[in-house]
């Protein structure tokens, strides 16, 4: 037996555990939080968590409008999900991804049943990131070519292949490290477009086929997008775009990847973001959603046509934890819990309700610019002007730009709300459980909140 000691910290040094601040203590100092400088930041310490709220140790509840990171879709502590996972748990709780289990089989047949056209083929990963990089690997396999084109302001996923191909200013801090062969385009934001709605779709479009001359459409395996905009801030696409990149990758041999991390699984008021613009991907990236985010898990859904290419050869993926039985029957749960409480259809009615609700705060709040939605998946745009649409942080602000949307996220905070606040943007994407009340409980809480952006306005 080792008689190593467990810690070289006696008991006085650390903190007890069971309550708030104890349990901050224990986060801060011993682990480490994303996307953050490390020093000043102050965690809600969550005990528990149900339906559309958050609670903490002291019993103060927080209505979560941005459905964790637009992920927990079917609302927190559903009981479903533990008892379908109890059970898989108690038959098979892993094997290696090359046996077959039942749940794995129910799981693809089901996303087969959900996805359209030929979309029949499921690759079972552990995450929207790995869900990308998986894609772009086999678009490059199956189509013999290196290039993947993708959007500037754009997010795909945080490991190196996946930021590199993300348009998101977090990648630039590894620059010299990016995986090559990521190429970005611009496309240009309605809301700040100059000259006519009437060219801004021929702009894009046209933006988009000099781009892939300049970079040789035989050099080209894959377009990948959004199916809608999510933490860029909502961007919408001009009306009609995704059909014509749908018919340039035709036209071209290329892939088209509907990334649909963020607005799969009913967020948008559809299953499928891309369903709102009459297209069908080659490939959808998928995650968040997938399970609520009650486990870790993501698909890449593949279409007959690319998975024939691997009946007579290899198919170059593989993960440790694919097809985990466990989180199969978390999603394949998840998935049936859509259909029986019929919450893409509220998603898309509450979608409708919080338009109508934001449209007359405009009329209260100078700060309000844009809002930008689709089905639960929009956000506030605030500006210090609403002729000039000067935002009032700007695009990667630097922290001394970010005082007054500080300042309005420590107020939904104080007010009782989590809700993701980026830039000038204040998100609402709560879960597609909510009801009318609980959206009018929500916007209450931003628009006090917003009338501390009010004062910075100029109007």
């Given at each position: ?27 801060l100092n011993y682990t480490l939080f994303s996307w953050s400088k490390q020093k000043g ?125 993300s348009g998101d200013p977090r990648r630039l801090s590894m620059d010299a490290q990016q ?229 309005v996220a420590a107020a939904l905070k104080e007010k009782g709300m989590y809700s993701f ?39």
């Open positions: 037996m080792s008689t190593k000691p467990i810690s070289n910290k006696t008991d006085a040094e650390i903190p007890p555990s069971g309550d708030g601040d104890a349990v901050i203590n224990d986060n930041i102050a965690p809600i310490p969550i005990q528990k968590a149900e339906g559309v709220y958050l609670y903490d140790y002291d019993g103060k509840r927080y209505i979560d409008f941005s459905s964790g990171l637009m992920n927990v879709n079917i609302g927190h502590g559903d009981q479903r999900i533990t008892d379908a996972v109890v059970k898989q748990m108690q038959q098979v709780s892993y094997v290696t991804p090359n046996f077959a289990t039942k749940v794995r089989g129910e799981l693809g047949k089901k996303l087969a049943a959900i996805c359209p056209g030929d979309l029949n083929k499921a690759f079972f990963t552990l995450c929207g990131a790995t869900s990308v990089e998986n894609a772009v690997k086999l678009a490059r396999a199956y189509t013999g070519r290196h290039k993947i084109i993708t959007r500037y302001q754009s997010y795909h996923g945080s490991s190196y292949g996946a930021m590199s191909a995986a090559p062969n990521f190429v970005h385009f611009d496309l240009p934001i309605l809301y700040r477009w100059p000259h006519g709605e009437e060219s801004f779709l021929q702009e894009s479009i046209t933006s988009l086929e000099r781009l892939i001359a300049f970079e040789g459409p035989a050099n080209i395996a894959a377009i990948m997008l959004e199916g809608e905009s999510g933490s860029s801030g909502c961007l919408k696409y001009p009306v009609g775009y995704l059909k014509a990149v749908r018919e340039i990758c035709n036209r071209h041999g290329i892939l088209f990847i509907a990334d649909e991390v963020m607005s799969g699984f009913g967020r948008t008021g559809k299953w499928f973001g891309f369903e709102h613009h009459d297209v069908i991907p080659d490939m959808i990236c998928m995650a968040k959603g997938l399970t609520s985010g009650y486990i870790p898990f993501g698909c890449l859904m593949v279409s007959d046509t690319i998975a024939a290419k691997y009946d007579d050869s290899m198919l170059p993926l593989g993960l440790t934890y694919s097809a985990h039985p466990v989180a199969c029957a978390a999603a394949l749960e998840n998935l049936n819990i859509y259909e029986e409480d019929g919450l893409i259809a509220n998603a898309a009615a509450m979608g409708k309700y919080v338009e109508e609700k934001v449209e007359a705060l405009k009329q209260q709040h100078p700060c309000i610019g844009d809002f930008r939605n689709t089905g639960l998946l929009g956000c506030i745009e605030l500006v210090k002007n609403r002729q000039t649409k000067e935002p009032m942080a700007p695009f990667n602000a630097k922290p001394d730009e970010m005082k007054v949307m500080n300042e606040v980026r830039w000038s943007y204040v998100f609402i994407a709560p879960p597609l459980t909510i009801t009318r009340e609980q959206v009018d409980e929500g916007l209450q809480i931003i628009s006090e909140a917003l009338a501390i952006a009010d004062q910075y306005t100029t109007n």
